[in-house]
């Protein structure tokens, strides 16, 4: 494979760091991007952040409010003018078919719609379903070893098609890899998977006794407002409520691409102490 330069928004971040590990390990230099180097609201810093990259991987970030969508214009305009030869995008959520209101959602939609416009070798790569990592999030774990609980606006018995950011991040490299990258795929584990599957599984990695319980979006909103902040809070929770409310379309043939870490290996390996 070709090293390339390849700018990463959210480089240090939750969803940013494990894509830019598989992308170094696929052979690739890093450019790592932030608030701080690349003002998403200010269409100048990011064409120099973008400068001589061969690739960007794009990430926006937890805003909800409406300039989460001025972010996603300016993203695009820099990617324009820049004319960087190969752009990927990750929604971070399945991705509904049009804006919904929330500018949350509607600035990813925004983006994955006119990316291929502004870029000649465009992708999205997001997950079917949530991140197995929303889990190790420290409101999660504070929740799991105080109550045995893991805790999610899910049911118990759906089947639910849990991504890892590992199987993700590997799906971006080969996608960066490609010659003819395809516009659109869909990241999934190797089969959907029941919450108290993942109980079992988080059991098992633990040596604690584990139980799923489903808590409607308003109560997942309390657990994250300590951490995040009300505003993201309030945000998180209406969009698993929008979600409980009109669940995504299918995926369509040939987008989906299911990765190969089982829940049962991710929670062996991920870190339960936080």
């Given at each position: 494979?070709?090293?390339?330069?390849?700018?990463?928004?959210?480089?240090?971040?939750?969803?940013?760091?494990?894509?830019?590990?598989?992308?170094?390990?696929?052979?690739?230099?890093?450019?790592?991007?932030?608030?701080?180097?690349?003002?998403?609201?200010?269409?100048?810093?990011?064409?120099?952040?973008?400068?001589?990259?061969?690739?960007v991987v794009v990430?926006?970030?937890?805003?909800?409010?409406?300039?989460?969508?001025?972010?996603?214009?300016?993203?695009?305009?820099?990617?324009?003018?820049?004319?960087?030869?190969?752009?990927?995008?990750?929604?971070g959520m399945p991705?509904?078919?049009?804006?919904?209101?929330?500018?949350?959602?509607?600035?990813?939609?925004?983006?994955?719609?006119?990316?291929?416009?502004?870029?000649?070798?465009?992708?999205?790569?997001?997950?079917?379903?949530?991140?197995?990592?929303?889990?190790?999030?420290?409101?999660?774990?504070?929740?799991?070893?105080?109550?045995?609980?893991?805790?999610?606006?899910?049911?118990?018995?759906?089947?639910?098609?849990?991504?890892?950011?590992?199987?993700?991040?590997?799906?971006?490299?080969?996608?960066?890899?490609?010659?003819?990258?395809?516009?659109?795929?869909?990241?999934?584990?190797?089969?959907?998977?029941?919450?108290?599957?993942?109980?079992?599984?988080?059991?098992?990695?633990?040596?604690?006794?584990?139980?799923?319980?489903?808590?409607?979006?308003?109560?997942?909103?309390?657990?994250?407002?300590?951490?995040?902040?009300?505003?993201?809070?309030?945000?998180?929770?209406?969009?698993?409520?929008?979600?409980?409310?009109?669940?995504?379309?299918?995926?369509?043939?040939?987008?989906?691409?299911?990765?190969?870490?089982?829940?049962?290996?991710?929670?062996?390996?991920?870190?339960?102490?936080?």
């Amino acid at each position: 494979m070709t090293e390339m330069i390849v700018a990463v928004h959210g480089a240090s971040g939750t969803q940013g760091s494990r894509i830019a590990r598989r992308l170094r390990a696929a052979g690739h230099r890093i450019r790592p991007l932030d608030s701080r180097s690349a003002d998403l609201t200010d269409t100048a810093a990011l064409l120099r952040a973008y400068d001589g990259a061969d690739a960007v991987v794009v990430q926006l970030p937890q805003v909800f409010d409406p300039v989460a969508v001025a972010q996603a214009e300016a993203v695009l305009t820099a990617l324009g003018k820049a004319d960087v030869p190969r752009a990927v995008f990750n929604p971070g959520m399945p991705l509904p078919p049009a804006p919904v209101g929330a500018p949350f959602v509607d600035a990813r939609v925004l983006l994955g719609d006119r990316l291929p416009e502004r870029v000649d070798r465009a992708s999205v790569v997001g997950p079917a379903g949530p991140y197995l990592e929303n889990l190790l999030q420290p409101w999660s774990v504070r929740r799991l070893r105080e109550r045995g609980e893991l805790a999610y606006p899910l049911p118990p018995q759906a089947p639910v098609p849990w991504a890892t950011l590992d199987d993700l991040g590997d799906v971006v490299a080969a996608v960066l890899a490609d010659a003819r990258p395809p516009a659109r795929l869909v990241v999934s584990g190797p089969e959907p998977v029941t919450g108290d599957r993942l109980a079992a599984a988080v059991a098992a990695a633990t040596g604690l006794p584990v139980g799923y319980t489903q808590v409607d979006p308003a109560e997942y909103g309390r657990l994250i407002e300590p951490v995040m902040g009300a505003a993201a809070a309030a945000g998180i929770a209406g969009i698993y409520a929008q979600s409980a409310a009109a669940p995504p379309p299918p995926i369509p043939d040939g987008l989906l691409r299911p990765g190969t870490t089982t829940v049962e290996e991710w929670a062996a390996r991920s870190d339960w102490t936080a």
